[in-house]
């Protein structure tokens, strides 16, 4: 059933009637969805669930697409605007262009692959949730307050195509729990007071070279020629970098 695929034109199509057409698609036992002429619908693939589930978008999908999703995948042969991923529970989103802000809002697990830059608050609130780490792949560079008030998960800044910066600033502002790895260096004054520097370790290298090999397996780049440069990581200094200020 997963083979089973179906086409989906969703010119001039609101977004409710689209994402109900998707619906009544995959309870038809179609695994695979291909959707035309996305301009700006909303929540596309919010909540779904199924491993041999596959969106395909052509286009550009309004906020919130892919929110609380399970397991699904969804490639969007376009660009992204605000919110995608949020709250992300598993699955996979490949995203051939850019993405607007606050990608991967409360992201709690799965994975999102970004081929070019991204917007503002990228990561914001991001979290581990028991056994699941949530991932963000940046193929360019990211804006200001990359990975605030982040939790858990990790994020990677590759800066392919001499992006610079690699992220705007007040970067790790408020962060208190995972890792943003950069493929290059980064001005400290831009970072927020919570955030430390250092060089990756083993297991560090681990997960950049696993993300970098599935990046490149979307998105064709060379994984060697992308490892060659170091990194740095990103950690917080704390996992309560506000505990003092609080009244008890």
Not at 115 to 144: C, D, E, F, W
């Amino acid at each position: 059933m997963k083979n089973k695929e179906i086409n989906i034109d969703a010119e001039g199509v609101h977004y409710r009637k689209l994402n109900t057409a998707v619906r009544a698609a995959l309870k038809a036992g179609y695994g695979k969805i291909k959707i035309k002429n996305v301009c700006g619908q909303r929540f596309i693939g919010n909540s779904l669930s199924g491993a041999n589930v596959n969106i395909e978008i052509e286009g550009t999908p309004g906020a919130d697409m892919a929110a609380f999703m399970n397991g699904a995948s969804v490639t969007v042969k376009g660009n992204v605007q605000d919110a995608c991923g949020n709250t992300m529970n598993s699955g996979e989103v490949a995203i051939y262009g850019h993405s607007g802000d606050i990608l991967g809002h409360s992201m709690r697990g799965g994975r999102i692959f970004v081929r070019g830059n991204v917007g503002y608050r990228v990561g914001i609130h991001m979290k581990a949730y028991k056994q699941t780490s949530p991932l963000i792949v940046i193929g360019g560079a990211a804006g200001s307050f990359l990975g605030e008030y982040m939790a858990g998960g990790n994020i990677i800044v590759l800066g392919l195509k001499d992006s610079h910066p690699l992220a705007g600033d007040f970067t790790g502002t408020g962060m208190h729990g995972g890792a943003i790895y950069l493929r290059g260096d980064i001005d400290r004054r831009t970072l927020g007071q919570e955030v430390a520097v250092a060089a990756p370790d083993k297991s560090d290298l681990k997960i950049i070279k696993d993300a970098v090999n599935t990046f490149c397996g979307h998105f064709k780049f060379s994984a060697r020629k992308i490892l060659k440069k170091k990194f740095i990581k990103l950690y917080p200094y704390s996992n309560r970098p506000y505990g003092k200020i609080y009244a008890y």
